[in-house]
């Protein structure tokens, strides 16, 4: 298992939003809230980070994260998202 995640320069307030961790055999991925962020205090934002350990299956992997991502676009709050996905885009076939 690889595992997702965040380097937060310690300056910047954040919290693990545990709601959003999950470490499992299709998909990995770990969320933060900042606090307070420097754009603007109202604004809320969150930032996640995705990976999808290598062999294991692509379509439980874009299932599940079709799933979060309609779950954090509810929340109505600005979301950063990235990840790694571990696809060979030079044999995308296997992937299909």
Do not use: W
């Not at 996905?85 to 299909?96: A, D, E, F």
């Amino acid at each position: 298992m690889i595992g997702a995640s965040l380097m937060i320069r310690y300056v910047i307030l954040c919290t693990v939003r545990l709601d959003r961790k999950v470490f499992g055999t299709y998909i990995e991925y770990i969320f933060i809230k900042l606090e307070g962020i420097l754009i603007n205090y109202d604004t809320k934002v969150i930032i996640g980070t995705f990976s999808r350990p290598p062999a294991s299956d692509i379509k439980e992997f874009n299932e599940s994260m079709s799933l979060l991502l309609v779950k954090v676009q509810n929340e109505n709050k600005l979301a950063y998202i990235m990840g790694d996905y571990n696809n060979n885009l030079l044999n995308i076939v296997k992937h299909l």
